[in-house]
């Protein structure tokens, strides 16, 4: 059974920073995960579905919604299977509950953002952020 599980959240101020960590096990040796990425669920929006915030790719490809661009880098260690990403000048509308996803599959560019295309996710790390 494949499992992910998330750390490093936690409560900062305004323009803080957190680098959130995400470790895939029970993986079939050899398994590589071709897309994996960074979701949110903001808490006042519980009916919005979770946003796509980062993703990347097999080869190292990376994207970032437009709110987090500059601010979040998204990286991987193959080597762990860990999946991380580098949060500064965060801000409050940052605050939210952030999954990590994976796929085995491909993921074309354009539908990486899109939740419905990860096969495994974890169980969420939250991330506060106050004025």
């Known amino acids: 059974q494949v499992l992910l599980v998330e750390s490093g959240g936690g409560s900062v101020q305004s323009g803080g920073s957190l680098r959130l960590s995400c470790v895939v096990s029970?993986?079939?040796?050899?398994?590589?995960?071709?897309?994996m990425a960074w979701f949110r669920q903001a808490p006042e929006a519980p009916g919005k579905g979770r946003e796509g915030?980062?993703?990347?790719?097999?080869?190292?490809?990376?994207t970032y919604s437009d709110a987090v661009d500059g601010r979040f880098t998204i990286s991987r260690d193959d080597a762990k299977n860990a999946l991380y990403l580098q949060m500064n000048s965060l801000k409050p509308e940052d605050t939210a509950m952030y999954y990590c996803?994976?796929?085995?599959?491909?993921?074309?560019?354009?539908?990486?953002?899109?939740?419905?295309?990860?096969?495994?996710w974890g169980q969420g790390t939250q991330v506060t952020v106050s004025s």
């Open positions: 996803a994976a796929n085995v599959g491909r993921i074309p560019r354009l539908h990486m953002m899109r939740g419905g295309n990860y096969q495994y």
């Open positions: 029970g993986s079939t040796y050899g398994t590589y995960y071709m897309a």
């Open positions: 915030v980062a993703t990347i790719d097999g080869d190292d490809a990376t």
